[in-house]
């Protein structure tokens, strides 16, 4: 088993930044893709980024493409989402996620086993 735990969710101005990061644990180390969610409120859970463990490749949905930037670290079992220039409809509760085994597209949440129990973000205008 994996659990995944949030953190530096919060209140935000718009056009501010925030950090997050999701620590995992329970397996030594996590090498298949992870990923960052958010459910607006009122809304359906929908993908924001993904990164893979070799490779580093990241993917992005383009509501938040060239604003917020996935990141790992693998020797810390870590994933942070960095979060430029927000905006108030990036208003959410953000979740993280990891995949049991390899699984694509990156943006379905069918290929995620592991969640996080999510952190709030909420932007002002």
């Known amino acids: 088993q994996v659990q995944l735990v949030e953190s530096g969710g919060g209140l935000v101005q718009a056009g501010g930044s925030l950090r997050l990061s999701c620590a995992a644990s329970?397996?030594?180390?996590?090498?298949?893709?992870m990923a960052w969610f958010r459910q607006p409120p009122g809304k359906e859970r929908e993908f924001v980024a993904a990164?893979?463990?070799?490779?580093?490749?990241?993917y992005y949905a383009e509501s938040v493409k060239g604003r917020f930037t996935i990141s790992r670290d693998n020797a810390k079992n870590t994933v942070y989402l960095q979060m430029n220039s927000v905006k108030p409809e990036d208003t959410a509760v953000y979740y993280c996620?990891?995949?049991?085994?390899?699984?694509?597209?990156?943006?379905?949440?069918?290929?995620?086993?592991?969640w996080g129990q999510g952190t709030q973000v909420t932007v002002s205008s």
């Open positions: 996620a990891a995949q049991l085994v390899y699984c694509t597209p990156y943006g379905d949440r069918r290929c995620y086993e592991f």
């Open positions: 329970g397996r030594t180390y996590i090498t298949t893709p």
């Open positions: 990164i893979t463990w070799s490779s580093g490749n990241t």
